[in-house]
């Protein structure tokens, strides 16, 4: 732990550049930057976003003394040259974003601060903890500090849908010594669940009642507002808690649901407004026999989170419990419908148990099922030096007493042979309801969260450089 002086003086530069930390990330947070595949081109493939965060991103690191680089716009490094500059120290953050419902309460896009909290896409995942790492590293440069090592930040544009950055620099660079990411929990996560998609498709669909269904932002997200237009008579529907109906016209009729969103890695305490949407149509007769068979079978995915109901209900002893979510759900223009699904799973379960179990799961209710892609869980030994140096910056910050766990979601650290999640959050502590998580509408983080990880990053960045690799 460093001593008395040093924290004294670490809370000081803390409350001295604050506002300025702030300032950067409503600069990012104000750049919608989700991919946009249909505008990619020549130095944006992910689109001109992705992009546009990027170079915001590289701007901040190079204003702050660090030798930037964009990569073709796949991927962005900003080192401090150590003296050995053969072995690299990365922290690894991402500027994209995952896309924003309609369930917001303020533009996502344009960032608020409210009773010590900020608000907005990307002010938890993962814009603000990339911000606040960077100005941890931007400390010690100002201390005049010779890293041993150099220290790398990576900037990634294509976290939330594909990865394809870190497998552009991995292709480009060398393995790091070690890779941090600011994007989790509190204190360490020194492994990951492996995460699974998948598309169940129905059968041919026969005098179908719905109109037009395009619900769900993501595969990874569950969604928090949905709605779906379907042919009936207004007049004959009842009203439901968290259903909105409107008159479209032509005997058609807007069906919303307004649920409860969050990430597809922590689907407890989340109301899927897909599986809203699908029970008010099963209960009030609002599909045809066909339908009603593939609406039966989303009911039984989107119902039990555990995987039970569709066959894959696992656990172990280093991840615990399987979970699966519907995400997204849309209806083709011959009438054929689709629901996604996002598992996170432990080390009892494989690609083959997932395709054999959904596969006849869906043919129960007449449909078809395909795998979209799987990425094995991954872990690190959680007695390692690193694990353990990075535990103890954040018991000894706070007075607590965590350990390393395993995680639900999905960092770039798996990607890397030596490397590990430390922060941002720490879910044992209530935020106020209008605050949204990680993927969920108004997605939020306190301030003093960004500033305990501040001063966490302060501390680890030096932990990890006095390690002899």
């Not at 494989?350 to 872990?379: M, R």
Request: hydrophobic content about 35%; aromatic content about 10%; overall charge negative.
């Amino acid at each position: 732990m460093a001593d008395s002086k040093t924290l004294e003086h670490i809370d000081q530069w803390v409350e001295d550049n604050w506002e300025d930390v702030v300032k950067d990330i409503e600069k990012l947070v104000n750049i919608p930057s989700q991919e946009d595949l249909d505008h990619a081109g020549e130095g944006m493939p992910y689109g001109p976003g992705p992009l546009k965060a990027l170079e915001a991103g590289l701007e901040m690191c190079e204003r702050m003394g660090m030798k930037a680089a964009n990569h073709e716009g796949y991927v962005g490094t900003a080192d401090y040259t150590g003296e050995n500059d053969d072995k690299k120290i990365c922290i690894i953050g991402h500027l994209d974003t995952v896309p924003c419902g309609p369930g917001w309460s303020q533009d996502p896009h344009k960032m608020t601060r409210r009773d010590g909290y900020l608000i907005g896409r990307g002010t938890l995942d993962d814009k603000g903890p990339f911000v606040v790492s960077a100005y941890a590293a931007k400390y010690w440069h100002e201390q005049g500090y010779q890293f041993p090592y150099t220290l790398r930040f990576i900037l990634g544009c294509n976290e939330e849908t594909g990865f394809l950055d870190v497998y552009y620099y991995k292709e480009h660079f060398e393995e790091p010594a070690f890779i941090m990411s600011p994007d989790a929990e509190y204190p360490v996560s020194a492994g990951e669940k492996g995460i699974y998609q998948g598309v169940f498709t129905s059968g041919p669909i026969s005098d179908g009642k719905i109109v037009s269904w395009n619900a769900g932002e993501a595969p990874n997200a569950i969604p928090s507002d949905a709605f779906v237009v379907v042919n009936a008579d207004i007049s004959k529907l009842p009203t439901c808690q968290g259903i909105i109906l409107t008159d479209e016209g032509n005997g058609n009729v807007r069906i919303d649901a307004k649920g409860k969103g969050g990430h597809a890695a922590k689907p407890e305490g989340t109301k899927n407004a897909i599986g809203m949407l699908v029970d008010y149509m099963l209960d009030n007769d609002l599909v045809s026999e066909s339908e009603r068979q593939f609406l039966n079978l989303q009911k039984t995915l989107i119902d039990d989170y555990s995987g039970e109901g569709v066959g894959v209900k696992a656990e172990d002893d280093l991840f615990g419990p399987l979970t699966i979510i519907g995400g997204t759900a849309w209806k083709d223009d011959d009438g054929t419908l689709h629901q996604s699904c996002d598992s996170r799973y432990p080390t009892t379960f494989s690609c083959e148990q997932f395709e054999k179990a959904l596969s006849e799961t869906a043919a129960q209710f007449g449909a078809t099922y395909e795998t979209d892609s799987d990425t094995v869980p991954f872990w690190i030994d959680p007695n390692g030096q690193e694990v353990q140096r990075l535990t103890k910056v954040y018991n000894d910050l706070t007075g607590e007493n965590r350990k390393a766990y395993t995680l639900g979601g999905g960092t770039y650290c798996r990607e890397f042979k030596n490397g590990a999640a430390f922060g941002v959050e720490m879910p044992w502590r209530k935020d106020p309801d209008w605050v949204g998580g990680m993927h969920g509408d108004n997605e939020g983080i306190s301030e003093y969260a960004l500033k305990l990880s501040l001063k966490c990053y302060i501390l680890a960045i030096k932990e990890i450089m006095e390690i002899d690799y």
